[in-house]
């Protein structure tokens, strides 16, 4: 039964490693890297990293968007 739940776990393990990695992808990063760093550390600190990094695909007309929404609550919060 023991083993069982342990081959439960790896599968698990290895089924959410492939999220992070997913999200490295669709960011730019590489799916390999990030699916090794959550198969090895854990998923969950490769989510993170994953989080924080910023997104090499975003174009230059789409961040001087952002940043003029960001100008215009600003203005709002200020009023």
Same mark, same amino acid.
């Given at each position: 039964? *023991?083993?069982? !739940? &342990?081959?439960? +776990?790896?599968?698990?393990?290895? =089924? /959410? =490693?492939?999220?992070?990695?997913?999200?490295? $992808?669709? $960011? +730019?990063? #590489?799916? +390999? /890297?990030? /699916? /090794?760093?959550?198969?090895?550390? #854990?998923? *969950?600190? &490769? !989510? *993170?990293?994953?989080?924080?990094?910023? %997104?090499?695909?975003?174009?230059? @007309?789409? $961040? &001087? %968007? %952002?940043?003029?929404? @960001? @100008? *215009?609550?600003?203005?709002?919060?200020?009023?």
């Amino acid at each position: 039964m *023991i083993t069982f !739940y &342990a081959i439960l +776990g790896i599968i698990l393990w290895v =089924a /959410l =490693a492939f999220w992070p990695a997913v999200i490295a $992808k669709r $960011k +730019g990063y #590489s799916f +390999g /890297l990030f /699916l /090794l760093l959550a198969l090895v550390i #854990s998923f *969950i600190f &490769a !989510y *993170i990293v994953v989080a924080l990094l910023e %997104d090499k695909n975003e174009t230059a @007309e789409a $961040k &001087a %968007d %952002d940043q003029a929404a @960001e @100008e *215009i609550l600003d203005k709002q919060e200020d009023q």
